[in-house]
């Protein structure tokens, strides 16, 4: 059983800022991939950003220069960095990350979180 377990959403004005962070718990063995993706209403879920165990970071074009994510791997924790917000960038965020458990180290599973709002308005 793993869980993933985000905060800091919530409301900011057009050109602000948020960090977000997604702590993952239960029964990891290893953790590959970490990254947050967003839905919109009415939208499909795409990627933000993620980053994998060489801390080696992808970015959809449209945060590119804004968000940054970040990842330390001794508390399972990943976070995003937003600047620079916009309306386009409301959505619910989900964090998301692929785990080898300790039952079965030799699968990765693929494990989301609940979601966190993000809201950018005036």
């Known amino acids: 059983q793993v869980q993933l377990v985000e905060s800091g959403g919530g409301l900011v004005q057009p050109g602000g800022s948020l960090r977000l962070s997604c702590v993952a718990s239960?029964?990891?063995?290893?953790?590959?991939?970490m990254g947050w993706y967003r839905q919109a209403p009415g939208k499909q879920r795409t990627l933000v950003a993620s980053?994998?165990?060489?801390?080696?970071?992808t970015y959809a074009d449209s945060v590119k220069g804004r968000f940054t994510i970040s990842r330390d791997n001794a508390k399972n924790t990943v976070y995003l960095q937003m600047n620079s917000l916009t309306f386009e960038d409301t959505a619910v965020y989900y964090c998301?990350?692929?785990?080898?458990?300790?039952?079965?180290?030799?699968?990765?599973?693929?494990?989301w979180g609940q979601g966190t709002q993000v809201t950018v308005s005036s």
């Open positions: 998301y990350a692929t785990v080898a458990t300790l039952t079965i180290p030799w699968v990765r599973t693929d494990n």
């Open positions: 239960g029964n990891i063995y290893h953790i590959n991939v």
């Open positions: 980053v994998d165990n060489d801390a080696f970071a």
